[in-house]
DNA sequence: ACCTGAACACCGTTCAAGT
DNA sequence: ACCTGAACACCGTTCAAGT
């Protein structure tokens, strides 16, 4: 009581798994930009130098996040078709990364590409393989989904915020139909909220690509029987 | 000589569009972390708070960056053909974006879509419009161009640096081999060089989603007509 | 041998004191 | 009125001094 801790020698030892899972829960909380190796140690209740114990610097730390989320991602069964195999591994993917929206961009940057990582990749590639995909048209599927693979897209469609005061608003929405007609008429086409329904946009353009990569595919399997 | 400077008073008075002109000119050198305010002042040998003349803050900076480069895509001329001019305009952008690796990656960060960003997205849409497509397959295009309307797409496929020995650098192979199969056969598929003509790659997969809207296009016409 | 506080070399930005 | 140096509140990380 009176607010007094608990000796901290009863806390026990600090594990890299622990830093590592303070850290993507506090970049939920607060963002990314705010994950400094400070207020994660602070939210830790250990001095910043500590954490240097279990990673050896920021970077390493921003690794093992990615690691940690991309790990949440519950591998389908293996699937007979391809196509489902695949589809269904990435909407997996895209429901871990979804509860972490900080994830897409981290793992953009990130130069090394961890096991786990790699894991992910390879059994996409197989799935394709698999499916009688050769190595060159597996090859030029990868990079037609790219981050698709990972579930997310880059959102494309900026956030304008609204102006404060009504007449300021209705001019300003009066300049963008002159100027913008084709993004206005699209923010302003469902429902008249402007907000679209992102999974199904995400699902239409992966059904796109694999519906352009069958074709292909098949065409390819036809001209050389 | 012996190093004095001109009279600073000779300087001609810093432009707002100067101080942005030598922030893409720094990040192009050094690369967009090593960009500072703080480095960017001493680069214009000026005093960092002179700066703040000029922006508003960093952010107001890094939005004027985006702005300038992408103020260097040349606008193709109006097309017959919505694919054409679709196709060319991203080949375009693409190619002023690929002057300035980091152009990306703010691109993707920025909050506000700045008018320059919006008059690039407008002509898309209007194109597909013009080409006859509804607004809400408008709508669903953009989406799946996504960032590819930009000329890039998000590099899938990490740069592993080789081991420095060279038993070591076998080993490592060997494992790859064992646990990445797929990925291996990928890059090392290309003239053994393992490198792959992202260029190529680039407009395999912006033809295979143009295709696929062109089908859609289609067909939905049919089903009106 | 282990731990950690102070310190270093940076940031972006504020603000008051100078001209 | 304009300019600017010092200062503030942060960073990630080093390192030596403490136990």
């Given at each position: 009581m009176y607010g007094v801790r608990v000796?901290?020698?009863?806390?026990?030892r600090l594990q890299r798994h622990d830093v590592v899972e303070a850290a993507v829960a506090l970049a939920d909380e607060v963002g990314i930009d705010a994950l400094s190796m400070r207020t994660l140690a602070q939210r830790l209740d250990v001095v910043p130098m500590a954490l240097y114990k279990h990673v050896a610097n920021k970077d390493e730390l921003l690794d093992a996040m990615v690691d940690h989320v991309v790990g949440e991602i519950e591998p389908a069964g293996p699937d007979e078709n391809w196509r489902h195999g695949i589809r269904s591994r990435i909407l997996s993917s895209r429901a871990a990364l979804l509860r972490h929206p900080w994830a897409p961009g981290l793992i953009e940057t990130r130069t090394q590409a961890s096991p786990v990582v790699l894991d992910h990749m390879e059994a996409i590639a197989a799935s394709f393989r698999a499916g009688g995909f050769s190595v060159d048209l597996t090859h030029r599927a990868m990079h037609a989904i790219g981050s698709r693979?990972?579930?997310?897209?880059?959102?494309?469609f900026p956030t304008q915020q609204p102006a404060q005061d009504e007449t300021a608003r209705d001019q300003q929405f009066g300049e963008w139909m002159k100027r913008y007609p084709r993004i206005v008429e699209m923010a302003t086409e469902i429902g008249g909220g402007g907000g679209c329904d992102a999974h199904e946009e995400f699902e239409f353009a992966l059904d796109l690509i694999l519906d352009g990569l069958e074709r292909i595919h098949r065409e390819s399997a036809r001209a050389d029987g």
């Open positions: 000796s901290s020698s009863k806390r026990p693979m990972w579930g997310f897209t880059q959102e494309v």
